[in-house]
């Protein structure tokens, strides 16, 4: 989806607060991590189904014990392989302002990091074969300071996302220059 110049942009229903955006910042982009990390759960989730069923038909009934063990071990690995990876894809945001790039995740303890546009150097993406038919890939974006390279992973229509952070690196540069003179 191209985004014009001052047009917001939203690719999931989560949207950024504007009470966290400075003065003259505007939302261009704000989505979540591709559908492709849901992947490998659902794939989790439906042998997870399919095993649990196929171990509890074939316990013999007299064995209480070990139906309680089939399910124990069916919910810990639903928790880790299933819903902690929903989770952290749904409370992942990537959000692209005409000033910084954003990335946000996490409910409850939550992790973010910010890079000003004015701080950009590069911005690269790489992706596989199925990331390329998938449309999604990784997202390079460095800079010249401490911490230097922020690494976003699976971001949908990435090439897209690389040439709108440019373009908007370039205006962030002529605004600030402007505001120099």
């Known amino acids: 989806m191209a985004a014009l110049p001052n047009?917001?942009?939203?690719h999931a229903p989560m949207t950024y607060p504007a009470k966290l955006l400075t003065a003259g910042e505007t939302v261009v982009y704000d989505m979540r991590p591709h559908w492709r990390?849901?992947?490998f759960p659902a794939v989790a989730l439906v042998l997870l189904v399919f095993g649990t069923v196929f171990l509890l038909a074939n316990v013999p009934t007299d064995w209480d014990w070990a139906r309680w063990v089939v399910l124990g071990v069916a919910a810990v690995v639903l928790v880790i392989w299933v819903i902690k990876p929903v989770i952290e894809w749904a409370t992942?945001?990537?959000?692209?302002?005409?000033?910084?790039?954003?990335?946000?995740?996490?409910?409850?303890?939550?992790?973010?990091?910010?890079?000003?546009?004015?701080?950009?150097?590069?911005v690269h993406f790489s992706y596989g074969v199925i990331d390329r038919m998938l449309g999604?890939?990784?997202?390079?974006?460095?800079?010249?300071?401490?911490?230097?390279?922020l690494l976003i992973a699976a971001v949908p229509e990435v090439e897209l996302i690389q040439r709108e952070i440019f373009r908007?690196?370039?205006?962030?540069d002529l605004r600030r220059r402007q505001e120099g003179d």
Do not use: K
């Open 37 to 39: 990390i849901l992947f």
């Open 92 to 122: 992942s945001q990537y959000v692209i302002t005409n000033r910084r790039v954003i990335i946000r995740s996490g409910i409850i303890a939550r992790q973010g990091r910010d890079m000003p546009l004015a701080r950009v150097n590069d």
């Open 168 to 172: 908007l690196h370039e205006e962030d």
């Open 7 to 10: 047009t917001v942009c939203h």
């Open 136 to 149: 999604c890939g990784d997202l390079i974006v460095e800079s010249a300071g401490e911490t230097g390279r």
